[in-house]
């Protein structure tokens, strides 16, 4: 212990007993999969809300005044946006869709669904991927597949779009989420059963256009509406998810970490106390009580890194799981979610090696000649 | 080595009935060796309590979801909804019908009022945070609109707004507050009574303020109906083609709705609270018996059996259980209390039947926690009394 080399006994005496760790480090590692669960099913909502948007073609989206996302929202834009933004410098194409809640059900079930209407001869703002079948004329619509197959149709199938008959003329991907569908229908359909101005114009650059500069000249051109480049109308979207999760997030963290902290408090003063003749040996060969706290707070670590390990493999595991099982909930691991965790998961092992630590403060060490009971 | 003094100075129980099974005995050993660390098992008993408080939290936040998911169909005293073909429920289906139909539906015989309301969800940039709400117009004197206020008056103007609590209180909201609707700014001038709505906030504004907003003019939402005659009047309205549900049904849907949504997520934060309750039972349990091996050993070496080594384990962990289930309903109470403070959007509603599912999970953590120091027990080797420590 002097010569230069030390003997990790924080981490010998963690491990020695391979159950006892295990339940240690399992329960730190539920308590923080809590935590890590329920900010993947965020940020899997996230990704599946941004899904369409993120792949617009657009570099440019116009919504009404004062509107800045999609989701949850309603857009109408003046008659003429369309053609005054056609002749804004640097504008390569645009394309008005229009957007409303719906639901799109057929004998047996119903669907939630964002209802896009949009032009099937140019294809912007439609399915992003169409894996199957083709686009839709008047009377038909195109479904995501995941929300087609819970009501249980295919190519050909009949549904119910606003109400009304429509066959289904192709099946997209990836555009179903924990809250709802997609179904994409032409646009003088869409006018016929909803009939309302459009929603949203996409634009799309001329090439060598920076988006944000067209943005800002077509801000300019149609003052009685919100442009946005594209990537902002997506974190704009994104931020719906984060702001509306951050309270329930916020009480989930804290209560995780809270079952975390007893965890530690606990397997570590009890593997104090049953080591406690070892310690005393420790200390008897003139290991000082900031020894003795090292050793401690090394369990601490390792118990915080083992149980963030275990977790982050456990919530992996489990979304790979649940993509399978339910793939309308997708739960997203993310490193900076991993990293936040690790951080506080670190702080609450800490804080929960301080009992120990004062018990070994106290120690006397006359306790390792002592015979056991 | 030593020999086995122990067994002079600390006599134990009359082996020959421990072996048996004998209850009295047993059960005497075992709460000896449970109550043998106060402390500990104290420690013990809260921080499983803490595990069984978060499935009473998750419980109690479900029972609170369903109240608020239901709060409008609940408060606006209406018999039948009319809705646009399809549609059943109120906000999340974008229900849209001409606004001619509340004239339809009041010339069916046995109607005695009936009143549109038209809504819509709206993202409103509060404070730099993303805010979802959902618009509720009404018209003036009419229900469908703020079901009692608690504090201010009715919207009388298209720029006036009444809130509810939950969105209140979620962002420190009060009268003469504004907020950023669409392009426009409303004002509060009213809050509605509780429950508050959940996740999203209701804003009550005048019918036409609400179709401008929306730019829906000349439509509505939906239709709220009263009437003496529910059944006759529904079958009155069906057969002129309109979409009529009445509030069982439209409970049922929203209910389904947010089960659909916040359901699964909820189930897993339940299932990880029992599973790091039943690794903090295990853990605690089988501590005791890692640390007390001798004193076990000694019994196993006076006689006893695999059966009452085991029984012993269990009952361990069975009190445990028992301990962590009353700490856990007791740190629920307080935990809704800092919540009411620190997040009064979030009602905690807690039912006896909440309370008996969790002691079931307690006992089942108990049960399936006992297991490995059980299996341990049962295969401990009587001369561990005899080692050295």
Do not use: C
Request: aromatic share 6%.
């Amino acid at each position: 212990m002097t010569s230069g080399r030390t003997v990790p006994l924080g981490r010998r005496n963690l491990t020695e007993d391979t159950r006892r760790a295990a339940l240690s480090i399992g329960g730190v590692a539920v308590a923080l999969l809590l935590v890590l669960v329920l900010d993947g099913i965020f940020a899997g909502a996230i990704r599946q809300v941004t899904a369409y948007l993120r792949t617009l073609p657009a570099d440019v989206v116009v919504s009404q005044q004062g509107v800045r996302t999609m989701h949850m929202s309603a857009s109408a834009l003046p008659p003429t946006t369309a053609e005054r933004a056609a002749a804004v410098a640097g504008v390569a194409w645009v394309a008005p869709i229009w957007y409303a809640s719906g639901v799109v059900a057929t004998a047996t079930g119903r669907q939630v669904s964002y209802v896009i209407g949009y032009d099937p001869a140019t294809g912007r703002g439609g399915p992003t991927r169409l894996v199957a079948g083709r686009t839709p004329t008047d009377g038909e619509v195109v479904l995501d597949e995941l929300g087609a197959d819970q009501l249980g149709v295919r190519i050909g199938g009949r549904v119910t779009v606003f109400g009304a008959p429509h066959t289904v003329a192709g099946l997209s991907a990836g555009q179903t989420s924990i809250t709802n569908t997609m179904a994409f229908v032409a646009v003088a359909d869409f006018t016929r059963h909803v009939p309302r101005p459009a929603s949203y114009l996409l634009v799309g650059a001329r090439p060598g256009t920076d988006p944000a500069a067209l943005a800002a000249r077509l801000a300019t051109a149609l003052p009685a509406t919100t442009v946005q480049t594209r990537t902002e109308f997506v974190d704009s979207e994104a931020r719906i998810v984060t702001d509306m999760s951050a309270a329930i997030m916020q009480i989930m963290a804290l209560l995780g970490l809270l079952v975390a902290l007893a965890v530690v408090v606990l397997s570590l003063y009890a593997l104090t106390l049953f080591k406690l003749r070892e310690y005393g040996v420790v200390a008897a060969l003139g290991g000082s009580p900031w020894r003795l706290a090292r050793i401690v707070t090394a369990q601490a670590v390792w118990t915080a890194a083992g149980a963030l390990a275990a977790a982050t493999g456990l919530a992996l595991l489990l979304g790979a799981v649940i993509g399978r099982v339910g793939p309308q909930i997708s739960i997203v691991v993310t490193a900076p979610s991993v990293a936040r965790l690790g951080v506080a998961a670190l702080a609450a092992s800490l804080a929960g090696a301080q009992l120990p630590i004062y018990r070994l403060a106290r120690l006397d060490p006359a306790v390792a000649f002592r015979r056991q009971s | 080595m030593t020999t086995a003094p122990a067994t002079t100075t600390r006599p134990g129980p009359d082996p020959s009935r421990l072996s048996r099974g004998g209850r009295g005995s047993a059960v005497a050993v075992g709460r000896r060796l449970v109550l043998a660390e106060p402390r500990r098992l104290a420690a013990g008993a809260l921080a499983v309590g803490l595990a069984l408080m978060l499935v009473l939290l998750f419980q109690g936040l479900w029972t609170g979801v369903r109240a608020q998911v239901t709060v409008y169909e609940d408060k606006t005293g209406a018999d039948l909804f009319v809705l646009a073909p399809d549609a059943a429920s109120l906000f999340a289906e974008g229900s849209t019908l001409p606004l001619s139909t509340v004239d339809t539906v009041r010339a069916v015989p046995g109607t005695a009022w009936a009143a549109p309301v038209r809504s819509g969800f709206s993202i409103l940039d509060m404070h730099g945070k993303k805010v979802a709400v959902t618009l509720v117009g009404s018209q003036p004197g009419q229900p469908g609109g703020p079901w009692a206020i608690a504090q201010g008056h009715a919207a009388t103007a298209d720029d006036e707004a009444v809130i509810d609590p939950s969105l209140a209180a979620a962002h420190h909201l009060g009268i003469g507050d504004t907020l950023p609707v669409q392009s426009r700014t409303l004002r509060v001038v009213g809050i509605t009574t509780g429950p508050g709505s959940f996740m999203i906030g209701l804003v009550f504004v005048r019918h036409d303020a609400a179709g401008a907003l929306l730019a829906t003019p000349d439509t509505t939402s939906f239709v709220l109906v009263g009437t003496p005659d529910p059944a006759g009047v529904r079958t009155r309205l069906t057969s002129a083609g309109l979409q009529v549900v009445d509030k069982a049904q439209l409970r049922d849907a929203d209910l389904t709705l947010a089960t659909r949504i916040y359901g699964q997520p909820l189930r897993l934060m339940v299932a990880s609270a029992i599973t790091a309750g039943i690794l903090i039972v295990g853990l605690v349990t089988y501590t005791g018996v890692v640390e007390r091996r001798r004193q076990y050993g000694l019994l196993k070496a006076l006689g006893a059996g695999k059966a009452a080594m085991v029984r012993l384990a269990f009952g361990h962990a069975l009190a445990l259980g028992l301990l962590g289930t009353v700490a856990g309903s007791g740190l629920v109470y307080g935990v809704r209390a800092l919540l009411a403070l620190w997040r009064p959007q979030f009602p905690v509603i807690l039912t006896p039947a909440a309370f008996g599912y969790a002691a079931a999970a307690g006992l089942a953590m108990a049960v399936v926690a006992g297991l490995l120091p059980a299996a341990r027990l049962a295969r401990l080797d009587p001369a561990t009394a005899f080692r050295s420590a």
